[in-house]
């Protein structure tokens, strides 16, 4: 099991967060009295939360324990749980359930939707963001990586190409379930400064399981032919900065 590195993740952690107050902005929910964050990692998002609905009883949920020891720097008053996304039930009926680039790391979408929209009380929300990016270079240059190296079959059981499905997927699994469902896709233009700043935005999410399955000789040299093929894929712009294009799915979703 992959732990997650914070101070990583958090690197671009302004990038990173946009996308889930887009996502936070369409909750049209004034006062909930049960709020969760499922896959909170670091916690500032669920802060945020708490900070949105000051009188709601916050629970940020992640199965990453250095994730979790993380939210210790914060003084928010939110809960926080330790749990396996993959069975999560919350104690009683939510009024929002909150998920920001967490759920893709998944499988059986087909199981979990209808799951989370279960969790939800009758009017509440169920809130998701997504990336929605595998099919670009930043990641089909992981894939490549892979398949041309000796530790191919080692780390196949860690590659996740497609774990987000088409938009319409979604829609025909949960709309069943909910009075109404707002679905939208934005492409973020992130401008990042610094060296290889592709390669060190995906050091903290979708690189991490498969270099914390190789050898540090191993991992230098994944990163050697992963950073040449990015290097060609998003060249420098005339400012000396990098641009990353960077497509997402969100799903809000009342029932």
């Excluded at 969760?36 to 199965?63: F, M, N, Q």
């Excluded at 749980?81 to 979408?109: F, I, K, R």
Aim: one cysteine or more; glycine letters at 6%.
């Amino acid at each position: 099991v992959t732990d997650w590195n914070p101070a990583q993740y958090l690197r671009y952690g302004s990038e990173r967060l946009r996308p889930a107050l887009d996502l936070m902005s369409r909750i049209q929910i004034e006062s909930p009295d049960i709020v969760y964050d499922l896959g909170c990692g670091t916690g500032t998002i669920t802060g945020i939360l708490k900070e949105r609905w000051p009188g709601a009883h916050v629970t940020g949920v992640d199965s990453s324990a250095s994730m979790l020891e993380r939210t210790t720097d914060l003084e928010t008053g939110v809960n926080w749980q330790y749990a396996d996304l993959n069975d999560w039930q919350p104690e009683s009926p939510a009024d929002v359930v909150y998920s920001n680039a967490a759920l893709h790391w998944l499988d059986g979408h087909e199981r979990l939707f209808p799951r989370l929209m279960n969790a939800v009380k009758p009017g509440g929300v169920l809130a998701v963001q997504m990336p929605e990016n595998f099919g670009a270079p930043s990641h089909t240059s992981i894939a490549d990586t892979v398949r041309e190296g000796e530790w191919r079959e080692r780390l196949a059981p860690f590659q996740r190409e497609h774990p987000v499905a088409k938009p319409i997927f979604y829609y025909d699994l949960i709309s069943r379930l909910c009075s109404s469902i707002d679905m939208w896709e934005t492409t973020y233009m992130h401008v990042l400064e610094g060296e290889d700043p592709v390669v060190e935005w995906t050091k903290g999410t979708m690189l991490r399981p498969l270099l914390d399955n190789l050898s540090d000789e191993e991992g230098v040299a994944f990163l050697k032919s992963y950073t040449e093929k990015i290097a060609k894929a998003y060249p420098l712009s005339s400012d000396g900065k990098t641009v990353l294009p960077f497509k997402r799915l969100f799903i809000v979703a009342v029932k």
